[in-house]
């Protein structure tokens, strides 16, 4: 069932506008990357989606060439940009959206789980803009969109490895762009806070349950309060992606592209001192699961 699967996605029988722009996107098979990959196409974009997991939406299996890939794995990374290249003939755009969240106190996240997840927040993005660059530069333009979050430079307790994990790509982002001035291709971030996924419930479900005690506030601010999906000032994915397409299309593409106003005010908040900052941050966990309680009460649910 799986192959079958695997020979439906990679199916290139779809008819081929050469004179479209192509897209290739990364953790395209939900939440983000799908909606990305749908504006895209709606936008006359030929979309090549890609994730690690091939059970692609049918829509999107249906419109877009689709491959498997795990941005880890640096060869097949190779393989699929020339695979694509030697399809389409070029690549426009690459979008590396593919992440997850690894929870818990600094001290109690296993290495190997941090390490794994640091291989796809940062090594994978390395290793597809390798790839892609040397046709980009060839050809004298294009352009690379890097998701990330506002978490990349603010961060908060039970996040620590997660906003460790952006603030890199936030390091690696502005490295790029400033190494590829004057080559025709940008390089810029698009930096959402909470998004309407099932990101969150992922991330809550592969919580540990080797615990220091120290830190039941932490984790209950993880499990009970907004602190991981952001309640009701979670941005949905369409939202996201809109702004991620402004990020491909603008002529002038600014550095980085912050989502909503919440993601903009944490933005510019981190200039403040930590003084300042740190209390906050400890207090919007606590704050956070008084609010889910009072938003299930007025909603009927306890």
């Known amino acids: ?103 818990g106190p600094v001290e109690d996240v296993d290495p190997a789980d941090e390490r794994r997840q640091f291989d796809v927040l940062v090594h994978g993005v390395s290793a597809l803009c390798r790839a892609v660059l040397p046709s980009m530069r060839a050809a004298g333009r294009g352009r690379i969109v890097n998701v990330s979050s506002v978490l990349g430079h603010s961060a908060y307790p039970g996040l620590g490895s997660y906003c460790a994990g952006k603030a890199a790509l936030e390091a690696l982002t502005d490295s790029l762009r400033m190494e590829l001035h004057g080559t025709g291709v940008d390089v810029v971030l698009v930096e959402p806070a909470w998004v309407d996924t099932d990101f969150a419930t992922t991330a809550r479900e592969q919580l540990g349950d080797d615990r220091t005690a120290d830190y039941e506030a932490t984790y209950a601010a993880l499990e009970d309060g907004w602190v991981v999906d952001g309640g009701p000032f979670a941005s949905d994915p369409e939202t996201v992606a809109a702004t991620v397409v402004d990020a491909l299309t603008d002529s002038s593409p600014k550095a980085r592209y912050p989502v909503g106003r919440f993601a903009r005010f944490v933005r510019w908040a981190h200039f403040l001192p930590a003084a300042v900052q740190d209390p906050i941050r400890r207090v919007m966990g606590r704050a956070s699961i008084t609010g889910r309680r009072v938003q299930e009460f007025i909603s009927g649910k306890r």
């Open 1 to 103: 069932m799986a192959d079958q699967l695997r020979e439906q996605i990679q199916s290139t029988d779809r008819p081929v506008d050469a004179d479209a722009p192509v897209a290739l996107i990364t953790g395209a098979a939900s939440g983000i990357g799908a909606a990305v990959a749908r504006a895209c196409v709606e936008r006359g974009w030929r979309v090549y989606a890609t994730d690690i997991d091939p059970s692609f939406p049918s829509d999107v299996a249906e419109r877009c060439h689709c491959r498997e890939l795990d941005v880890t794995d640096t060869e097949q990374c190779q393989n699929v940009v020339d695979s694509v290249l030697s399809e389409a003939g070029h690549i426009d755009a690459l979008v590396n959206n593919a992440g997850y969240a690894v929870l």
